[in-house]
T-cell receptor, first 114, second 110 residues
Framework: DSGVTQTPKHLITATGQRVTLRCSPR?????VYWYQQSLDQGLQFLIHYYNGEERAKGNILERFSAQQFPDLHSELNLSSLELGDSALYFC?????????????FGPGTRLTVL | KNEVEQSPQNLTAQEGEFITINCSYS?????LHWLQQHPGGGIVSLFMLSSGKKKHGRLIATINIQEKHSSLHITASHPRDSAVYICAVCPTGTASKLTFGTGTRLQVTL
């Protein structure tokens, strides 16, 4: 158990819908990273938050947004869903600001868009 | 061409064999991570390297910054080592971003 929790574990929804994925980092970790893992693209970095502030964006679509709240949990919002958004979404947390710190991954949320 | 290339893509070994997985990258980096993804999907961080060599149990990771290459070795492999092993680099100047390899799927049989 990494200490990082993600909810829900599975999500099935229809095209055009909007969903929210939630991540609670390990106690004391200030950084939260979001990643997408699809069959054809592998793991890709989406976005990084540190202590409530957005620090970096990767290959994140404009239909996707995220935030980190004062209690340090984070939410990833996916809207106008398309079939291609079906993937595993992981969050990871770490103590420090930089990605070279060890990251602890949550169990992932499997999103299926029908 | 991907910034991070792993080889082999698939590997089958018998229990007890010594295993090597390779990772080559084309950009300057500040660190390299080795991750293990279990068949159920969960991801565990194995090592973070910026130079030299690290060892944890039966796992050894090395990195050669000049040659832009890292290797992950598993000694005395066991069926429970069956997983996908993923190399990820933190490119210089992008403190938040990890770029991932496509992974090496390892199957260890009895």
């Amino acid at each position: 158990d990494s200490g990082v929790t993600q909810t829900p574990k599975h999500l099935i929804t229809a095209t055009g819908q909007r969903v929210t994925l939630r991540c609670s980092p390990r106690s004391g970790d200030l950084s939260v990273y979001w990643y997408q893992q699809s069959l054809d693209q592998g793991l890709q970095f989406l976005i990084h938050y540190y202590n409530g502030e957005e620090r970096a964006k990767g290959n994140i679509l404009e239909r996707f947004s995220a935030q980190q709240f004062p209690d340090l949990h984070s939410e990833l919002n996916l809207s106008s869903l398309e079939l291609g958004d079906s993937a595993l979404y992981f969050c990871a947390s770490s103590r420090g600001l930089a990605a070279y710190n060890e990251q602890f991954f949550g169990p992932g949320t499997r999103l299926t868009v029908l | 061409k991907n910034e991070v290339e792993q080889s082999p893509q698939n590997l089958t070994a018998q229990e007890g064999e010594f295993i090597t997985i390779n990772c080559s990258y084309s950009v300057g980096i500040s660190a390299l991570h080795w991750l293990q993804q279990h068949p159920g999907g969960g991801i565990v961080s194995l090592f973070m390297l910026s130079s030299g060599k690290k060892k944890h149990g039966r796992l050894i990771a090395t990195i050669n910054i000049q040659e832009k290459h890292s290797s992950l070795h598993i000694t005395a492999s066991h069926p429970r080592d069956s997983a996908v092993y993923i190399c990820a680099v933190c490119p210089t100047g992008t403190a938040s971003k990890l770029t991932f390899g496509t992974g090496t799927r390892l199957q260890v049989t009895l």
